[in-house]
């Protein structure tokens, strides 16, 4: 049995490059967009950690969150107000920028503005929706649905990429467990980053506990850190945190997202516990 570490598919296009040799991918923003001023203030803590951490940064807002708990809760700005936004960040800033789409439309329009293209957990296995993004030009991020066994992986991948899809990297974030639960089997990231694959570990939503709070999701934000370094130390190509300057204040996804003050500190510690996982370090 080797010890090497797993290397996989480099995928590199405009301010972004992820797997292979690349430095760490770390997707990170609001859950959902609540206000213009609220993403810059998120966008430009991002960016000036991304001068002074060896990782490339993407900023990632939800325009829409059309999977909710309840149907009263918060969805979003609408796609209009929120590529807006997700274009200011763009053009203010160094980012890159993702978003979710929920149909093929969407992630047409989505293509204008986002360097990638999200598809949701609960959407992976829409294999229409999955061919319009890969018909984007644009990476696409596949979130790894709680349902699906990494040997689903690579038909969601195929299913994503197109003669013009730079990529696609998938993004593990748990497995249900009975109900109301996600539990995280790290014997997944060899098994896809054997077959070459990128894999990105969502630490956030990994500790969310789906209708915990009845009309809405709970979460456990304090093990966080915890799960975040064990998948450093198993190996993944970069990292997916939902941050906000006051959790509980947000409109959505609050018990599960990381303050964002402690962003940076957290960051530190996967970018030497990466090291070590790569054999570059010690």
Not at 221 to 249: M, N, T, Y
Not at 250 to 276: F, K, T
């Amino acid at each position: 049995m080797s010890i090497q570490p797993l290397l996989t598919t480099r995928i590199e296009a405009t301010r972004v490059a992820v797997g292979g040799d690349a430095p760490l991918l770390i997707i990170t923003g609001p859950d959902t967009l609540e206000s213009e001023g609220l993403v810059l203030e998120i966008a430009r803590e991002v960016e000036r950690l991304s001068r002074s951490l060896p990782a490339t940064f993407v900023f990632k807002g939800s325009y829409d969150k059309a999977n909710r708990s309840s149907h009263r809760s918060y969805r979003g700005p609408g796609i209009e107000q929120g590529l807006a936004w997700l274009r200011s960040v763009r053009e203010e800033t160094a980012l890159a920028v993702t978003t979710d789409v929920h149909s093929p439309e969407e992630a047409r329009r989505a293509a204008e503005v986002a360097d990638i293209i999200q598809i949701p957990a609960f959407l992976c296995r829409q294999n229409d929706l999955l061919a319009a993004a890969g018909e984007t030009g644009r990476i696409v991020n596949i979130k790894k649905g709680q349902f699906l066994a990494p040997s689903g992986v690579p038909h969601r991948v195929a299913a994503a990429t197109g003669p013009s899809t730079p990529g696609v990297i998938v993004t593990e974030r748990g497995s249900c467990f009975g109900h109301g639960d996600l539990v995280n089997d790290f014997r997944s990231f060899p098994a896809i980053r054997g077959l070459g694959i990128p894999i990105i570990f969502d630490a956030t939503h990994s500790v969310q506990r789906p209708g915990a709070l009845g009309d809405r999701s709970g979460g456990n934000r304090e093990l966080i850190p915890f799960l975040a370094r064990a998948a450093a130390g198993a190996g993944c190509d970069g990292f997916f945190f939902e941050v906000h300057p006051d959790p509980d204040s947000a409109l959505c996804d609050g018990p599960n997202s990381l303050r964002l003050e402690d962003l940076e500190p957290l960051l530190r510690q996967l970018v030497a516990i990466d090291r070590v996982a790569r054999g570059s370090g010690s």
